[in-house]
């Protein structure tokens, strides 16, 4: 019996890429109050960025530094250029959610103008599998885990105990609060996106090895789950995204399991994540880590 | 349940007592905003709650309005329990309230903010409003609506969006679209906080004339301890989530309790005894 | 340019998206809702009515009814568990809703079709369709309008015409009941849900009626966009036709009712005309290129509009600035 043991080392591989992307997600929504709905698409970015470097011949390694500095680029790009205008404008809820569906068209299309509309994989073998005890594991898989683990020790250290991610995290909190303690705004809201842009080319790539095959709706695809992670985890808050992102990759992976009734087929995965959030919504409003609003 | 309320058994009603508060308890956070606070109004009069900020007196009114939910204690309009009522059938049964930070529909006309607090609207319901004449109840409402406007001084406004309305205008503005909703009762949060004086006196002078037309009771909280108690029949005071005091106008001025609640503005208590 | 094809594709394409666009008009445009799952009542209702009819044996006008009813249904289930959520929790669980929709019609083959769409509603081999009876009846129109007139009226135009008339006729009912005091109701719960229930109005019933009619409505759009394409796939409903409908309701003004069909209009002209225009530079680009030059577009259009115009054209200014 290692169906058990192999699920929930995949729901941890999966889960991981989530916490990664959410945690960017989490960010931006506490300290911009954006919902980013082109998040997914930075991911998709990220994907292609580190896909091109690995045409060149060079390895995953150059790949993946080049992804994820790629994506920070790009998204303190569109902080300039975009994001930043539209913010002192004062728009609404809905103008902001807007403006991002039609960035996430524009960035999503772009990539499908550029690359074409195939599935693209990176070069590494995807059958070669290690047997770690009663659990395969395979090399795509490893790669993730190790760079996942590195990832959130680094958002760990950054988030903790750097002096710009403990002001993020304030900011986050209260951000009048935060803006009396003399925090330099502009200063946040770009370390903000370079830390979401970098995570999010750092979790494409990671998904687009995880996923074997890819092509550019990879990232719109996953923006959902991601969402959901943030959700669940209290939505704007860091470490609570990360929690999220594995307990739903788990519960993802989980509601396959044959014991379960015979399990629900693989297909209906992200169905289980978006009722796993509904749920939550509903039951639990304020998320795994949040505290309960005060009436009125 | 709605009819009843507003139609009563008329015998058995207490008219001294319009409105019940008794014992009544909410915590926020374990904090108690409001603790085993006891009220009553009377019908047909204006009566006051006064208290130092914090004591507890939005908190007591978003209880009484139903938009918020008393951890323990009971409240009764015209002899029946309001306490688990949801906020508009409260609205509905004649208890209107205005807010402390006024709260009209900004991208409505002035008069139809008025318009929407009218009573008894078929044409509210999505099939009624398509069928012939469901704008003629609309007409009726109107004539009541300029009038209560020319009495805030609002009536050459009535086509501007409310949101370009001044605070004090705004005020104004929500006093008539309490009045507007044909109320028993009316539950004015701070309704000359903000506005100025010239408006002030205007309010006042149409709170008193409302009253003496019969048939509607005010609650007020308000911190113009001067203005309002030279129009007040009576007087509530809370601290620390409690009513330590109701009486009269003059009573309040002299009692100690109340005196040592506003310790710091005792002045102030002393001086709104000159009559105004 | 002058290709009658390409015009009634653009009129029917704009019709069907006013329709749809004005289940969202009174959603959002009236009572402030953030629907982002508006396409779930699309794809319920038609796959309703195609599954009825195909698997159950139904009337196709008993099933195209029986479809509306389910989208007006299923908006009342997401509005029941919902509505209380906060407005961009509500758009998360709306968007979410309506992709479960999907998955599961793509999933549930054995009921659905699956991908393959609804040719494949009776499983493989045997090619499906629910709207033998409306063809028909569509051809025996042609018929007697070519018979008393001499002219050859084409499908296309006569579903042309009855979904403008659809359209034109919900417009003015949406219209009448926005300008009586039902609509007044909804736009103050839409400005301040405390302020509107401190005057006895139940704001929970009249947000889940805005909602429920909403997807009526977009239940009927569902339907006649099965009746015109006589065919589609679970992929026909994803989040980008939510999207499109958000397009159209910004391009007319969210908060006028008569912007929607203009909305609806100027989207459609977009939508057809940078698939049909294959003139230089465009003609460079192959097909598909062209459709994703087409999205990039409406997706710096959207921008574009909520930077510069984000009351639409029809809109005042001066309501945005109220906000």
Redesign the interface.
């Given at each position: 019996m290692s169906e058990l043991p192999q699920l929930i080392v995949d729901g941890l591989v999966s889960g991981a890429v989530l916490a990664i992307a959410a945690v960017g997600v989490s960010l931006v929504y506490g300290i911009l109050h954006l919902?980013n709905f082109a998040h997914g698409d930075y991911l998709t970015f990220g994907a292609y960025a580190g896909l091109g470097v690995t045409a060149l011949g060079l390895s995953m390694v150059v790949a993946t530094v080049v992804a994820v500095a790629a994506t920070a680029a790009l998204a303190v790009g569109l902080q300039l250029v975009?994001w930043g205008?539209?913010r002192r404008?004062r728009?609404?809820?809905?103008?902001?959610?807007?403006?991002a569906?039609?960035?996430?068209?524009?960035l999503?299309?772009?990539i499908?103008?550029v690359v074409g509309?195939g599935s693209r994989a990176y070069p590494v073998d995807q059958f070669s599998v290690e047997r770690l005890g009663p659990v395969r594991v395979s090399i795509s898989q490893l790669i993730a885990i190790s760079l996942s683990i590195v990832a959130i020790a680094v958002i760990g250290v950054l988030l903790a105990r750097t002096s710009i991610g403990r002001s993020m995290r304030a900011f986050a909190d209260n951000p009048e609060l935060a803006a009396v303690a003399g925090v330099d705004v502009g200063r946040i809201v770009l370390a903000t996106w370079l830390v979401a842009g970098a995570l999010a080319g750092l979790a494409g790539e990671l998904q687009g090895l995880i996923q074997g095959a890819f092509d550019p709706n990879m990232g719109w695809n996953l923006l959902?789950p991601i969402?959901?992670a943030v959700?669940l985890g209290t939505?704007g808050n860091a470490y609570g995204a990360l929690l999220g992102g594995f307990v739903l990759g788990l519960v993802m992976e989980l509601s396959t399991w044959s014991v379960l009734g015979g399990g629900i087929?693989a297909?209906?995965k992200?169905?289980v994540a978006?009722?796993a959030?509904?749920l939550m919504?509903?039951v639990r409003?304020q998320g795994l880590l949040g505290r309960r609003a005060?009436?009125? | 349940m709605n009819a009843s309320l507003r139609g009563g058994t008329g015998a058995e009603v207490d008219r001294t007592r319009l409105l019940e508060v008794r014992d009544i308890v909410k915590r926020y956070q374990g904090v108690a905003a409001v603790d085993r606070a006891t009220l009553n109004v009377a019908e047909g009069s204006i009566t006051a709650l006064i208290g130092p900020n914090g004591a507890g007196k939005t908190s007591l009114f978003n209880i009484v309005s139903g938009f918020a939910r008393a951890d323990s204690g009971s409240v009764r309009y015209r002899g029946r329990s309001i306490s688990r009522l949801p906020p508009h059938r409260v609205a509905r049964a004649g208890s209107v309230r205005t807010f402390q930070q006024p709260r009209v529909l900004r991208r409505l006309t002035v008069l139809d903010n008025l318009l929407l607090a009218g009573p008894r609207q078929p044409a509210e319901s999505f099939w009624r409003a398509l069928a012939p004449g469901a704008g003629r109840r609309d007409q009726e409402l109107r004539r009541r609506a300029l009038e209560l406007l020319a009495l805030v001084r609002l009536d050459d406004r009535a086509e501007a969006y409310a949101g370009v309305l001044s605070g004090g205008q705004r005020k104004l503005l929500e006093f008539a679209k309490a009045l507007m909703a044909e109320p028993l009762l009316v539950l004015l949060d701070e309704p000359l906080a903000g506005v100025n004086p010239t408006l002030r006196e205007l309010l006042l002078q149409r709170l008193r004339e409302v009253q003496a037309g019969g048939g509607i009771t005010f609650l007020v909280i308000e911190h113009d301890l001067g203005s309002v108690l030279r129009v007040s029949d009576e007087v509530a005071v809370m601290s620390e989530g409690r009513v330590i005091f109701q009486g009269s106008p003059e009573a309040t001025r002299r009692d100690p309790a109340v005196i040592d609640a506003y310790l710091g503005s005792a002045e102030a208590i002393v001086a709104s005894g000159t009559p105004g | 340019m002058l290709d009658p094809g390409f015009w009634s594709f653009v009129g029917l394409t704009a019709g069907i998206y006013a329709i749809f666009a004005l289940g969202l008009q009174v959603q959002y445009g009236l009572a402030g809702l953030l629907n982002f799952g508006h396409v779930a009542s699309m794809a319920i209702a038609a796959y309703t009515m195609a599954i009825l009819v195909v698997r159950f044996g139904l009337a196709e006008w008993q099933a195209a009814a029986a479809g509306i009813a389910a989208a007006m249904a299923a908006g009342l289930l997401v509005g029941l568990t919902s509505l209380r959520l906060r407005a961009d929790y509500f758009a998360i669980v709306t968007i979410c809703f309506s992709e479960i929709v999907r998955y599961v019609l793509l999933n549930r083959q054995d009921l659905t079709g699956g991908p393959e769409g609804t040719i494949g509603l009776l499983g493989r081999g045997q090619a499906a369709a629910y709207n033998t009876d409306w063809d028909s009846l569509i051809a025996r129109v042609r018929e007697t309008v070519s018979s008393v007139t001499g002219l050859d009226v084409s499908r296309d135009i006569l579903m042309l015409l009855l979904i403008w008339l659809v359209a034109a006729g919900l417009l003015l009912v949406v219209r009448r009941a926005s300008v009586m005091p039902w609509g007044r109701v909804l736009r103050s719960i839409r400005e301040d849900e405390e302020a509107a229930s401190s005057v006895g109005k139940n704001v929970f019933a009249r947000k889940l009626q805005a909602l429920a009619l909403g997807a009526a409505i977009a239940g009927a759009a569902g339907v006649l966009y099965a009746l015109q394409f006589s065919f589609f796939t679970p992929d026909d409903f994803e989040p980008l036709v939510t999207f499109f409908a958000w397009v159209v309701l910004i391009l007319g003004g969210a908060a006028r009712v008569f912007g929607v069909p203009l909305g609806a209009l100027l989207f459609g002209l977009l939508f057809a005309g940078t698939r049909f225009f294959d003139f230089w530079p465009l003609s460079l680009l192959d097909s598909a290129d062209r459709a994703y030059l087409r999205l990039i577009i409406i997706g710096l259009l959207l921008i574009g509009l909520m930077y510069y115009r984000p009351q639409g054209l029809l809109g005042r200014r001066q309501e945005m600035l109220l906000e």
């Amino acid at each position: 019996m290692s169906e058990l043991p192999q699920l929930i080392v995949d729901g941890l591989v999966s889960g991981a890429v989530l916490a990664i992307a959410a945690v960017g997600v989490s960010l931006v929504y506490g300290i911009l109050h954006l919902v980013n709905f082109a998040h997914g698409d930075y991911l998709t970015f990220g994907a292609y960025a580190g896909l091109g470097v690995t045409a060149l011949g060079l390895s995953m390694v150059v790949a993946t530094v080049v992804a994820v500095a790629a994506t920070a680029a790009l998204a303190v790009g569109l902080q300039l250029v975009l994001w930043g205008p539209v913010r002192r404008r004062r728009a609404g809820l809905l103008s902001s959610f807007i403006t991002a569906i039609g960035l996430a068209l524009v960035l999503r299309h772009a990539i499908f103008l550029v690359v074409g509309a195939g599935s693209r994989a990176y070069p590494v073998d995807q059958f070669s599998v290690e047997r770690l005890g009663p659990v395969r594991v395979s090399i795509s898989q490893l790669i993730a885990i190790s760079l996942s683990i590195v990832a959130i020790a680094v958002i760990g250290v950054l988030l903790a105990r750097t002096s710009i991610g403990r002001s993020m995290r304030a900011f986050a909190d209260n951000p009048e609060l935060a803006a009396v303690a003399g925090v330099d705004v502009g200063r946040i809201v770009l370390a903000t996106w370079l830390v979401a842009g970098a995570l999010a080319g750092l979790a494409g790539e990671l998904q687009g090895l995880i996923q074997g095959a890819f092509d550019p709706n990879m990232g719109w695809n996953l923006l959902l789950p991601i969402f959901a992670a943030v959700v669940l985890g209290t939505i704007g808050n860091a470490y609570g995204a990360l929690l999220g992102g594995f307990v739903l990759g788990l519960v993802m992976e989980l509601s396959t399991w044959s014991v379960l009734g015979g399990g629900i087929p693989a297909s209906y995965k992200y169905v289980v994540a978006f009722l796993a959030l509904i749920l939550m919504l509903l039951v639990r409003p304020q998320g795994l880590l949040g505290r309960r609003a005060r009436a009125l | 349940m709605n009819a009843s309320l507003r139609g009563g058994t008329g015998a058995e009603v207490d008219r001294t007592r319009l409105l019940e508060v008794r014992d009544i308890v909410k915590r926020y956070q374990g904090v108690a905003a409001v603790d085993r606070a006891t009220l009553n109004v009377a019908e047909g009069s204006i009566t006051a709650l006064i208290g130092p900020n914090g004591a507890g007196k939005t908190s007591l009114f978003n209880i009484v309005s139903g938009f918020a939910r008393a951890d323990s204690g009971s409240v009764r309009y015209r002899g029946r329990s309001i306490s688990r009522l949801p906020p508009h059938r409260v609205a509905r049964a004649g208890s209107v309230r205005t807010f402390q930070q006024p709260r009209v529909l900004r991208r409505l006309t002035v008069l139809d903010n008025l318009l929407l607090a009218g009573p008894r609207q078929p044409a509210e319901s999505f099939w009624r409003a398509l069928a012939p004449g469901a704008g003629r109840r609309d007409q009726e409402l109107r004539r009541r609506a300029l009038e209560l406007l020319a009495l805030v001084r609002l009536d050459d406004r009535a086509e501007a969006y409310a949101g370009v309305l001044s605070g004090g205008q705004r005020k104004l503005l929500e006093f008539a679209k309490a009045l507007m909703a044909e109320p028993l009762l009316v539950l004015l949060d701070e309704p000359l906080a903000g506005v100025n004086p010239t408006l002030r006196e205007l309010l006042l002078q149409r709170l008193r004339e409302v009253q003496a037309g019969g048939g509607i009771t005010f609650l007020v909280i308000e911190h113009d301890l001067g203005s309002v108690l030279r129009v007040s029949d009576e007087v509530a005071v809370m601290s620390e989530g409690r009513v330590i005091f109701q009486g009269s106008p003059e009573a309040t001025r002299r009692d100690p309790a109340v005196i040592d609640a506003y310790l710091g503005s005792a002045e102030a208590i002393v001086a709104s005894g000159t009559p105004g | 340019m002058l290709d009658p094809g390409f015009w009634s594709f653009v009129g029917l394409t704009a019709g069907i998206y006013a329709i749809f666009a004005l289940g969202l008009q009174v959603q959002y445009g009236l009572a402030g809702l953030l629907n982002f799952g508006h396409v779930a009542s699309m794809a319920i209702a038609a796959y309703t009515m195609a599954i009825l009819v195909v698997r159950f044996g139904l009337a196709e006008w008993q099933a195209a009814a029986a479809g509306i009813a389910a989208a007006m249904a299923a908006g009342l289930l997401v509005g029941l568990t919902s509505l209380r959520l906060r407005a961009d929790y509500f758009a998360i669980v709306t968007i979410c809703f309506s992709e479960i929709v999907r998955y599961v019609l793509l999933n549930r083959q054995d009921l659905t079709g699956g991908p393959e769409g609804t040719i494949g509603l009776l499983g493989r081999g045997q090619a499906a369709a629910y709207n033998t009876d409306w063809d028909s009846l569509i051809a025996r129109v042609r018929e007697t309008v070519s018979s008393v007139t001499g002219l050859d009226v084409s499908r296309d135009i006569l579903m042309l015409l009855l979904i403008w008339l659809v359209a034109a006729g919900l417009l003015l009912v949406v219209r009448r009941a926005s300008v009586m005091p039902w609509g007044r109701v909804l736009r103050s719960i839409r400005e301040d849900e405390e302020a509107a229930s401190s005057v006895g109005k139940n704001v929970f019933a009249r947000k889940l009626q805005a909602l429920a009619l909403g997807a009526a409505i977009a239940g009927a759009a569902g339907v006649l966009y099965a009746l015109q394409f006589s065919f589609f796939t679970p992929d026909d409903f994803e989040p980008l036709v939510t999207f499109f409908a958000w397009v159209v309701l910004i391009l007319g003004g969210a908060a006028r009712v008569f912007g929607v069909p203009l909305g609806a209009l100027l989207f459609g002209l977009l939508f057809a005309g940078t698939r049909f225009f294959d003139f230089w530079p465009l003609s460079l680009l192959d097909s598909a290129d062209r459709a994703y030059l087409r999205l990039i577009i409406i997706g710096l259009l959207l921008i574009g509009l909520m930077y510069y115009r984000p009351q639409g054209l029809l809109g005042r200014r001066q309501e945005m600035l109220l906000e």
